[in-house]
């Protein structure tokens, strides 16, 4: 019964969602708009793509790097860049939080992607807007679904090393506590389950889910929600101890595939980090979610270009706040 209630409860905030999530989001210095650069830049979105279809043919994982990217930007003090910035002066980078050091990569394509901008018309597209686009062309190289991205963001003028160790969710962190650093981005449950699909792509380190393979009750236990024959096949690589850096793929069927056997993979208890498996296990509205999107892949991809777009609105820079920096890495001086 219950089961059946959260599917029609799935259904009515895929149908309604839409209406809440599509309009730009107002703030009170102006609005993010597809066509933004179509006088000043005309050909932006095509260097960009350009850029990004090079770096991704010369290493097929750099695609779900750069989408990463736009994930740990927006949830740092919005979408403005921050991530960007290297450490000098009174800026302490993102670079070294938590969730970035030793993992966030794909800076050099985007200071790439800058300096071909800056040829074409200088001091024009912000670096917060070249992420949103990234994230998009790279989902969509690597099979995913595409969307208008919205723009007009410029880039802050500071970093901020605590919120980025607090506000990006880590892969041990609870479902509640991933879910309230969510909604505190104005995200919701439907947001969450859907970029976190995000996860058909790309790899994550040991260190980032060795608890669950030894100890993830504190007794000496392997996590009981993950499948024991991939958890012992997992166990050959990433040890109790060392091996820290060891690389695995986050969705094992179609690791380069943007498509929904993430949640296939959660359905069989084989969901690789604990932050994964979590949406199947802790809350039925969010297992009725992943059942629905482990069997249309329709849904998902269509919700996952809306939740983007949510995402990329949080918080903007726009009209005279912050700057249109030269160089991604630093503040214009
Ligand atoms: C609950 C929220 C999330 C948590 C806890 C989380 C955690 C992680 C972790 C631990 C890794 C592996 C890092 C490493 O070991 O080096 C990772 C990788 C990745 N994440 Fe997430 N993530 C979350 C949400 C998202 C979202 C919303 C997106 C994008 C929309 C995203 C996109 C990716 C991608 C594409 C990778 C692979 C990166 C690569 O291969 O370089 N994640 N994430």
Redesign the pocket.
Known sequence: MANILSFFLVIYLLNFSPILCLSSKANNYGYLYPQFYDRSCPKAKEIVKSVVAKAVATEG?MA??L??LH?HDCFVKGCDASLLLDSSGTIVSEKTSNANRN?A?GFEVIDEIKSALEKECPKTVSCADILALVARDSTVLAGGPTWEVPLGRRDSRDASLSDSNNNI???N?TFNT?LTKFLSQGLDLVDLIT??G??T?????CT?FRQRLYNQYGNNLPDYTLDQSYAAQLRTRCPRSGSDGNLFF?DYVSPTKFDNSYFKNLLASRGL?N?DQVLATMNPMSLALVNVYANNNEIFFEQFARS?VKMGNISPLTADRGEIRKNCRKINS
């Open positions: 994982g779900a790097s989408l990463r994930f993992s990569r969710p880590a892969p962190n991933i970029l976190l995000a996860h792509i790309g790899n994550a380190r980032s986050l980090l932050s983007i």
